[in-house]
């Protein structure tokens, strides 16, 4: 379990609350129109089904996710939303990789910047702190059966697993997010969430004083509009 983050569980225990948050349906159109842009149709477009069924959790309307398709196939026209990596020199030696969705790049970076300069941290040139990361499949599941729930998500084909309150985070290679996704929904299991992250190779390890001011960065960058998900190596 060394290389799972605090903050990945951390966010994924707050997604209730997230929920809430008023900026949330601006971030899942992001998602959706970036992916709707390799193929508006969800049973052929992996990508796209994960981006709807993450927005079909968060109660987003029919008629905004099908706006947000037709923004990415072009329909709509408008300004192009893009994907944008950050990568960020932490507090305390921590790494922390950005993922933006964005359709105006300046002023992404923008209010990055002005978070990152309030915490004293700042942007790394490109490479510089991606190296420490591998792109994962993390699903989250909820129930717990025990041990036979634990040998179910090992037959999945899954890499790795933690336990975490309600349920279980499950990791995957990138490529293998598809198949463990559906042989735990064929094993009865309910999925929460599928997505690709970067998972750190190693995590840093702080005083819990210095791990609750990065734990504070991290809530800051994700709350941001721009930003679709925010990864670290905080241990």
Do not use: C
Not at 61 to 75: L, Q
Not at 84 to 102: H, K, N
Not at 121 to 133: P, R
């Amino acid at each position: 379990m060394s290389g799972h983050s605090k903050w990945a569980t951390t966010k994924h225990q707050k997604a209730a609350t997230d929920k809430k948050r008023s900026n949330l349906f601006t971030k899942l159109a992001n998602l959706i129109s970036v992916a709707a842009r390799s193929g508006g149709d969800p049973t052929m477009n992996f990508s796209l089904r994960l981006a709807i069924d993450k927005a079909k959790a968060a109660n987003m309307p029919k008629e905004n996710i099908d706006r947000a398709i037709k923004r990415g196939t072009g329909e709509l026209g408008g300004q192009r939303v893009e994907e944008e990596l950050y990568e960020v020199y932490g507090p305390s030696r921590t790494a922390i990789l950005i993922e933006a969705t964005t359709d105006n790049k300046n002023r992404a970076v923008a209010e990055i910047k002005t978070i990152l300069n309030k915490a004293g941290s700042k942007l790394a040139s490109s490479g510089s702190v991606a190296y420490l990361f591998l792109r994962k499949g993390v699903i989250k599941t909820s129930g717990d059966r025990g041990e036979e729930t634990e040998l179910k998500i090992i037959d999945s084909g899954a890499d790795d697993y933690e336990k975490i309150e309600g349920g279980y985070l499950v990791y995957t290679k990138m490529e293998n997010l598809r198949l463990v996704s559906d042989a735990l929904t064929n094993g009865g299991f309910e999925i929460e969430s599928a997505e690709l992250s970067w998972e750190p190779k190693d995590t840093v390890t702080l005083s819990e004083e210095e791990s609750e001011k990065v734990i504070k960065l991290l809530e800051s960058l994700d709350d941001l509009d721009d930003v679709s998900n925010v990864s670290s190596n905080l241990g």
